[in-house]
């Protein structure tokens, strides 16, 4: 496995999006400026969604107009946006370097949910996910991870109450700039999105779950787990072969004693054929039982990586089945699939249309 930590690059362009009052302050020492213009910036940028440095009113002009000559706020372009019949929303952003991002939101009654990406393309090539098969192309910066959301608020008429980072990539292996992010946007002088609607999903990289869990993270974590056996886990998601899924339960437990979280969630794509054999299901609900959770079964989103979700007359028996499990369990719907907005069917079509244009 690559350390994509270590992959990230920076933003080419000086950007306030994503930084830290302390970052921005340091930012600023050059011009002379008092160090309560910082927070002043800060706030502007990330709680009044300010596009301009000519909005931020409190500053003076000459200041307005050094920082519009040396700086910018927003740096992701607005590639693409699809409506789906269902009320879910899809935006393709191009960044600086002109790659390709999606986020998608999902309206509910009494909830909106923006799923935001927190790499370009993903290291852990699971089987069924359109995000792996493009493999790792960089890290996304906490600003283009943050703007992702301020923008979606902006063009957006719903009010958006919920994050998960399941668009494409792994938050664990951008660990640093996702905490940034989120802290930035759970901020009551930033986003204010309560820590707690924030959620961070990872496919299972043991070590970094550990570290949130030491370091006493306010956000919440869905596990993707997809298999209840190691060996069948392995055959769909490499990651597996480093971190057992032994491990990655134990992990789990280790989490949950340190009650970070009243139940943690865990995710099960339903691949037919594969892992939703009624079988699979009693393995799934023994395995998880002794662990306060909650299982979200996904039935798989179309793509072309040959998978497909359980016939309805199988969904049926396994809902038979599931339904004794002592702990809470949902079959999801799947949302937004005539638009391609879908887990798992991120970005595969971009960089068609990318590799087309050449
Ligand atoms: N890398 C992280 C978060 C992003 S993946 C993770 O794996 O948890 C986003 C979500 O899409 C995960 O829950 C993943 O399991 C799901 N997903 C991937 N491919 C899918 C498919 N074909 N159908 C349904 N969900 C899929
Ligand atoms: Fe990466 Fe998550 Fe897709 Fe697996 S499911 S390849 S971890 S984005």
């Known amino acids: 496995m690559i350390d994509t930590e270590k992959l990230a690059t920076e933003p080419k362009a000086d950007t306030f999006l994503g930084k830290t009052v302390l970052r921005i302050e340091e930012m600023l020492r050059p011009l002379g400026e008092p160090g309560y213009r910082a927070g002043q910036i800060y706030k502007w940028i ?5 596009d301009t440095f000519d909005e931020m009113t409190n500053l003076p002009q000459s200041l307005r107009d050094t920082l519009h000559a040396r700086f910018q706020i927003k740096t992701l372009q607005r590639a693409q946006v699809e409506m789906s019949a269902d009320g879910t929303e899809k935006y393709l952003w191009r960044l600086p370097d002109n790659r390709h991002i999606e986020s998608v939101l999902i309206t509910e009654a009494r909830r909106n949910t923006v799923c935001i990406s927190s790499q370009v393309g993903c ?3 699971c089987e069924f996910c359109a995000t792996g098969q493009m493999g790792f192309i960089r890290n996304l910066t906490s600003g283009e991870i943050v703007e992702q959301v301020l923008q979606i608020r902006k063009l957006t008429k719903h ?10 990539g792994e938050p664990f292996l951008n660990y640093h700039r996702a905490v940034q992010a989120s802290r930035i946007l759970s901020d009551p002088e930033g986003l204010a999105i309560s820590a707690k609607k924030i959620t961070f999903s990872t496919s299972g990289v043991v070590p970094k779950i550990y570290q949130f869990t030491d370091e006493a993270q306010p956000f919440k974590l869905a596990i993707s787990l997809h298999a ?6 392995e055959r769909i998601m490499p990651i597996a072969r480093k971190f057992p899924l032994n491990q990655l339960m134990e992990s789990v437990r280790y989490y949950m004693r340190a009650k970070r979280q009243n139940r943690v969630t865990f995710e099960y794509i339903l691949l037919h054929g594969i892992n939703d054999s009624l ?3 009693k393995q799934l609900i023994s395995l998880l039982s002794p662990i306060r959770c909650k299982l979200n079964l996904i039935p798989c989103n179309q793509n072309n990586l040959g998978f497909s979700a359980p016939p309805p007359e199988h969904l049926d028996k396994i809902r038979e089945v599931i339904m004794k499990a002592d702990f809470p369990v949902t079959i999801r719907k799947n949302r937004g699939e005539d638009i391609t907005a879908a887990c798992g069917q991120l970005a595969v079509e971009v960089s068609e249309k990318v590799i087309f244009m050449k």
């Open 46 to 50: 990330h709680h009044f969604n300010a």
């Open 123 to 125: 290291s852990l090539g």
């Open 159 to 168: 009010p958006i109450t919920n994050i998960v980072f399941m668009g494409m």
């Open 228 to 233: 209840a056996n190691q060996p069948l886990r």
């Open 279 to 281: 079988a699979n299901m």
